[in-house]
């Protein structure tokens, strides 16, 4: 039997989504730090699970539906839960939502596009919009309970890397959608 292992690791970012919102219910520091720790772990697995998938020559159907739907199970949980406790708050939830939107419709648009069998490959723009956003996150995660870095504090980070992958977001969805337009004119005019 031959194990997928990137599978393997794709599945876990999948659980490691609830087990980051639940965690982070906990009082502080642990609250911050354990939940932190999870979702670094969800991260790593998002490189290398694509990494080992094309290095072992395990690339799998189940892997290229998973990998996205992980992606986005782990990205909206931890953005509704940093919400849901306050962590952010006013002006800071608009980037959030922009980014939540963003996920939706672009699942909505590779729906389509895999129904008409169009791929949009993923650009360089979008793998910097994910690592921004990813890293902002877990700075947002670790908040107060993180070290300062000279006069900027951790949560001042996250808030501006979350601004920044907002901004990201805006860009590489506009990629998805005009894509996605030009096939559904295409389509309707057949």
Same mark, same amino acid.
């Given at each position: ?15 490691? !989504?609830? @087990? @980051?919102?639940?965690?982070? *219910? ?12 999870? %979702? !670094? ?6 490189? *290398?699970?694509? =990494? ?9 159907? +189940?892997?290229? *539906? ?10 909206? !949980?931890?953005?509704?839960? +940093? ?5 952010? /708050? ?8 922009? &980014? ?5 419709? @672009?699942? #909505?648009?590779?729906? *389509? ?21 990813? $890293? ?15 006069? @900027?504090? /951790?949560?001042? &980070? #996250? ?8 901004? $990201?977001?805006? #860009? /590489?969805? %506009?990629? =998805?959608?005009?894509? #996605? ?10």
């Amino acid at each position: 039997m031959n194990v997928n292992i990137p599978n393997i690791l794709t599945f876990s970012r999948i659980v490691a !989504a609830p @087990v @980051v919102s639940v965690l982070m *219910f906990m009082p502080p520091p642990l609250g911050n730090w354990v939940p932190f720790a999870v %979702y !670094a772990f969800a991260c790593v697995t998002d490189f *290398f699970d694509g =990494y080992l998938a094309r290095a072992w020559h395990q690339q799998s159907a +189940l892997g290229r *539906f998973m990998d996205p739907i992980a992606d986005k199970l782990l990205i909206a !949980a931890v953005l509704l839960m +940093l919400v849901a406790t306050d962590r952010i /708050t006013e002006m800071t939830i608009l980037p959030a939502a922009v &980014i939540l939107f963003r996920e939706i419709l @672009v699942s #909505g648009l590779r729906e *389509f596009l895999a129904e008409v069998q169009v791929r949009v490959p993923v650009t360089v723009l979008a793998k910097w919009k994910t690592f921004i956003q990813m $890293l902002a996150l877990g700075f947002l995660l670790v908040g107060s309970a993180g070290p300062d870095f000279g006069p @900027v504090t /951790t949560e001042e &980070i #996250g808030i501006v890397g979350i601004w920044l992958a907002a901004v $990201l977001t805006v #860009g /590489t969805g %506009y990629d =998805y959608l005009k894509a #996605g337009l030009r096939h559904i004119t295409e389509t309707d005019s057949q």
